[in-house]
């Protein structure tokens, strides 16, 4: 079975399993446990124009069915990544998403501006979406004007395939991702972690350094296929779904929900070559469930059931 | 090396099996596992197991046997994870990754010689004494181990095989020294006003011989645990603030590779 992904702009994943920003670094350090030539693509750390350190540790914490973080977005700015990482990911025979952060809308602006003249960056995602820092971050992705205002400014800046990481922090993350389109998103990934807090009963204090953090993991996944339902049946453009994903049955869940194509993270900590599994095991998943190909599954259970 | 590709040389997770389980201490579990991969490790390593856990556990290494290719693990059950590794039996299969991490640098030959751990941070101590012993030599050997209660000072017997002079202290005085590793190191660096330290336990501790050891001119070591993701230095999520501009843009370095062990002086404790 053929499993390759056509999205705008012409970019073309070999598969759709993508390994989601934040948990597959730079792109070198799981390239000796997993091979990541195998995979749809990979979406790199959050990129900011400078370097920013990160929150104080613990920055992860462990719940039923879930993994909390607060990692804050620790990345070595544009320049240090293209000096210091694309030569590695020269060498990766798949997609190169780069994620891009910043505190204001021109942050976001500059990192797409340099990001464009490098030919190994296939697409960009711009997180508007990440709980775990002070101004920016989810801010812009909380406001649907000031999340247009965002993807204005990179459109401006690029002609590279864009999508919009939306946050599920928000009473209605579709108005968001209707908002990102209308200023020119080619697509939208969906979702980014879930904001909690746990207590370290011991300690007397907050688990993780900065306080609250993102809640990932399976605990999530049906947070995200709703999500991914009411975004994809209410937008014209590709959705790339996320969270909790553990199993190829799990990928066909967003399938169905809409999903053109999803990102794994999580589990990756566990299991390294999960992501290289799933691949593996897909067509016939697919094919049990009666699906001759990737896009018939795409949004079959968007048809199902009545949308209220 | 399973699946090589191209110039890469491909790791991955991988089984090894149970060949011995025995309770060291209350809620204490030593693990002896064959395995002549995580038997290559350097003391101060650690495998990250996998668990039913979200996550998988950092365990530094309480033996290193290269002859016969097993290593031990010593668990402290204190969650989900750690439960049920101590549960685990002879014959039963663990999921690892590993050795991981950057272990102890080899002790300098002809400069004395502390180990000072605590509670389940003594394990790795012992593989390096046990890996160096006999390799470097040292003036003086003294080993200084803390805990709560008697019997959690862990792998004391051990140590005392090995001929070492071993001094203990517990938090209610029910074996050695009543109160903490400090004062036995304290005075050993007074006699000793050059050496070579390595410290493994709780934050508390390793804060407290990181102060002591502020004006002293021998070198330390101090092996660190802080809550880990991916083991591999991906996730940035076990890091430790350092002087040293550390990677990916800040002051923080990653405990999984870039530690566990790191010279004191690299660190910034408050």
Partial sequence: MNLGVNLPRGLVLKNPIVAASGTFGFGPEYSSYVDVDALGGIAVKGISPDPWPGNPPPRVWETPAGLLNSIGLQNPGVDAFIQEDIPFLNSVKTVVIANIIGHTVDEYRHVAQRLQREPRIDALEVNISCPNIKEGGMSFGSDPDQAFAVMHAVREVTDKPVMVKVSPNVAEPWVIAQSVVAAGADMVSAINTVIGMAIDLKARRPALGGVTGGLSGPALKPIAVRMVYEIARRVGVPVIGMGGIQSAEDVLEFLMAGAKAVMVGTITFQHPTRMVEIIRELPSVLQRYGFASLDEATGAALAGGVAL | ?270
């Fill in chain 2, 1 to 270: 090396m399973n699946g090589g590709k191209g110039m890469h040389c491909m790791k991955r997770d991988y089984d090894v099996v149970v060949v011995q389980r025995r309770v060291i201490a209350p809620q204490h579990v030593e693990l002896i596992v064959e395995s002549p991969d995580l038997a290559s490790a350097q003391p101060g390593q650690f495998a990250h197991v996998l668990t039913p856990g979200m996550l998988r556990r950092p365990i530094s290494f309480s033996r290193i046997d290269r002859a016969h290719g097993q290593v031990g693990l010593i668990v402290q059950s204190v969650g989900i994870g750690t439960e049920w590794l101590c549960n685990r039996q002879a014959g039963d299969r663990l999921n690892v990754l590993g050795p991981l991490g950057r272990g102890f640098s080899p002790p300098e030959a002809g400069q004395p010689w502390a180990l000072v751990g605590g509670g389940v941070g003594i394990p790795p101590l012992y593989a390096a004494l046990q890996a160096w012993q006999n390799t470097v030599h040292v003036p003086q050997v003294v080993v200084i181990l803390g805990a709560r209660a008697a019997a959690y000072l862990i792998m004391a017997d051990d140590f005392g095989r090995l001929g070492v002079e071993v001094r203990t202290a517990t938090d209610d005085g029910s074996a050695g020294q009543h109160g903490t590793v400090l004062s036995a190191v304290t005075e050993w660096m007074g006699v000793h006003r050059e050496g070579q330290m390595m410290a493994c336990g709780p934050t508390a501790m390793l804060q407290a011989v990181y102060q002591v050891t502020a004006n002293w001119s021998g070198r330390t070591q101090l092996a660190l645990e802080q809550r880990m993701g991916c083991g591999i230095g991906a996730c940035l999520a076990c890091v430790v603030a350092t002087r040293s501009p550390g990677t990916h843009g800040s002051q923080y370095q990653r405990v999984c590779t870039e530690g566990p062990v790191f010279d004191r002086e690299e660190l910034v404790f408050s």
